[in-house]
C-alpha cells in the first residue's frame, strides 16, 4: 500500500472506536483528514457527532464535509480525540506540530477523556528525534528564545539548529498568531528533562512533545493494523 492508503487504514481502524453521540476531538494532518472524510461519511448515514477541531484547516474540513462542530468553551470536556503524531516511541510519547497546530492539539487533547493516535509505520521511532521538534514561541523577543531555547537543550546535551519556521518566504504564524522554532536536535533520550527545560522560557508557549497524553496508538504497515497501548 502506498502512504495515503495506509493513512486511510489507519483513520478506518480509528473510526471503529467512535460511539454514537460521542464528544470528539479531531486532529490536524494529512492523516487525520483521511478520518474527517470517513467520519464524515459515516454522520451522512445520520451518526451523531460532536467535534471540537484543533485547528482552523480542520474546521475548515469539516464544515466542507458536513462534520457538526462545537468548541472547546461550548464543550470543554471530551470524550475522545483522533490525532496523527509526526514520531511517536514504543511508551506513546509523540512529536507533534509539523503541521502548526501542536498548540491547539495539546489542549484538546488535554481536555479529553482518551487520546488515539492514528498514524503509518514510517512515524514509528524508537526513539524520538529524527523529526525536528516544533515549539511555538511569542513573537516577542523571538531571538532571545531561541538562544534560550539552545541553551537549555545544550544543558540537556543536545544540540542542533534552531530554525523559524518560514512558508512563502514569510514566517509562519499559527492559529494562535505565534510563530514556530523546528528544533533538529537528533535524538532525545529524555523527553521530560527537556519538556521541563523548554516550559521554563517565558517565550516558548508549547512545545510539540506530548508526554502522557496518547492512551493508544493504531499504526498501520503493509503487514496490517498494530494496535499498540500506553503502559499506565
Not at 36 to 60: C, P, Y
Not at 193 to 211: D, M, T
Amino acid at each position: 500500500m502506498d502512504a495515503r492508503q495506509l493513512k486511510i487504514e489507519a483513520a478506518r481502524a480509528a473510526l471503529a472506536h467512535v460511539s454514537d453521540g460521542i464528544r470528539l476531538g479531531i486532529g490536524t494532518g494529512t492523516t487525520a483528514e483521511e478520518f474527517v472524510r470517513l467520519l464524515a461519511a459515516k454522520v451522512a448515514t445520520g451518526f451523531r457527532v460532536l467535534g471540537v477541531a484543533t485547528s482552523e484547516r480542520t474546521a475548515a474540513l469539516c464544515n466542507e464535509l458536513g462534520v457538526p462542530l462545537s468548541t472547546l468553551d461550548e464543550t470543554p470536556q471530551l470524550d475522545l480525540t483522533i490525532d496523527g503524531a509526526d514520531e511517536l516511541d514504543p511508551a506513546l510519547t509523540l512529536i507533534k506540530g509539523g503541521g502548526g497546530a501542536l498548540l491547539r492539539e495539546k489542549i484538546v487533547a488535554v481536555a479529553s477523556a482518551r487520546m488515539i493516535v492514528i498514524a503509518d509505520q514510517t512515524k514509528m521511532v524508537g526513539t524520538l528525534g529524527r523529526f525536528p521538534l516544533p515549539i511555538e514561541v511569542n513573537r516577542f523577543g523571538l531571538k532571545a528564545t531561541e538562544i534560550a531555547i539552545a541553551e537549555a537543550a545544550s544543558g540537556l546535551g543536545l544540540s542542533g539548529a534552531v530554525t523559524l519556521r518560514v512558508t512563502d518566504r514569510q514566517p509562519f504564524v499559527t492559529d494562535g498568531g505565534h510563530f514556530i522554532l523546528d528544533a533538529s536536535f537528533g535524538r532525545i533520550p529524555d523527553t521530560r528533562a527537556l519538556s521541563n527545560a523548554l516550559h521554563a522560557i517565558p517565550g516558548v508557549v508549547e512545545h510539540g512533545l506530548f508526554i502522557g497524553l496518547a492512551d493508544m496508538a493504531i499504526i498501520a504497515g503493509d503487514g496490517g493494523i498494530e494496535t499498540v497501548h500506553a503502559a499506565r
